[in-house]
């Protein structure tokens, strides 16, 4: 299993201090063992009962363990406003949307996706040019088209406040103007194909962030409450930013 030992040493310095804070005295796992517990789990997407069996706990431990982490993780991650004070000092920001997979069943309609044809929530997420996670939203329910995710969310209006150029794909089509997105149609004249052409080397780094976030596998179907989702999104942007 590849981790990177920044996010391990960063991750366990937090749940140290978290166990100071709340004057723990003993705990069943060690800072560094729990720390490794929770990588593996957003890594590999294990499940509590295989990772208790790993680490020789039981699953209740394993279920307090990686919940308090996960706690611990999503409460450091920046928030929307933080996010576009970063943004400021960037020549451009840009914008995607995924959808990741749940396990739900057909009669669960607000989180099937018409475009994907299956169940997941709607994350949005920012990126600076060269791809690097700036903030990620709270998760919405799949039937959520993207653009109506961005508004709900402040993105396009905070984005506009804030005077800074965003590249997106054609799914947030009218917009406005801060969020600048491809030419739709098939027959289009040369230089909007040009210019489709550019938007799309610049869009492509945003799509290679999206391919690190889908590639723990924990997010490629998700088994948990839909509430927890927003919070396991948040932990990987923060242990990601901690391991670059």
């Known amino acids: 299993m590849d981790l990177s030992t920044r996010a391990l040493q960063y991750l366990a310095g937090r749940l140290r201090a978290r166990r100071r ?29 295989q990772l208790a069996t790993g680490f020789r706990i039981g699953t209740a431990t394993v279920y307090r363990s990686i919940r308090e982490a996960i706690d611990v993780l999503a409460a450091l991650a920046p928030t929307l406003d933080e996010a576009m004070k970063t943004v400021r000092t960037k020549a451009f920001a840009i914008l995607d949307g995924t959808l990741l997979p749940i396990d739900r069943i057909a009669a669960d309609t607000p989180y099937c996706s018409g475009k994907h044809k299956r169940h997941g929530m709607n ?114 942007v923060v242990l990601q930013h901690a391991s670059t």
């Open 21 to 49: 804070a709340i004057g723990t005295r003993w705990r069943r796992l060690p800072v560094g063992n729990q720390a490794l517990l929770v990588l593996a789990h957003l890594r590999c997407g294990d499940t509590y009962a």
């Open 123 to 236: 994350v949005q997420i920012l990126t600076d040019p060269f791809g690097r996670f700036l903030w990620a939203s709270p998760a919405l329910p799949g039937s959520t088209h993207d653009l109506t995710a961005a508004r709900t969310h402040g993105i396009v209006d905070a984005l506009a406040e804030a005077g800074v150029k965003c590249w997106a794909d054609k799914e947030y089509q009218g917009a406005g103007r801060p969020v600048r997105v491809p030419f739709r149609g098939r027959r289009l004249k040369r230089w909007m194909r040009l210019h489709n052409s550019s938007h799309a080397k610049i869009r492509c780094l945003g799509e290679q962030a999206m391919a690190t976030l889908k590639g723990r596998r924990l997010l490629r179907k998700l088994r948990c409450s839909t509430n927890r989702i927003t919070d396991i999104v948040k932990a990987v």
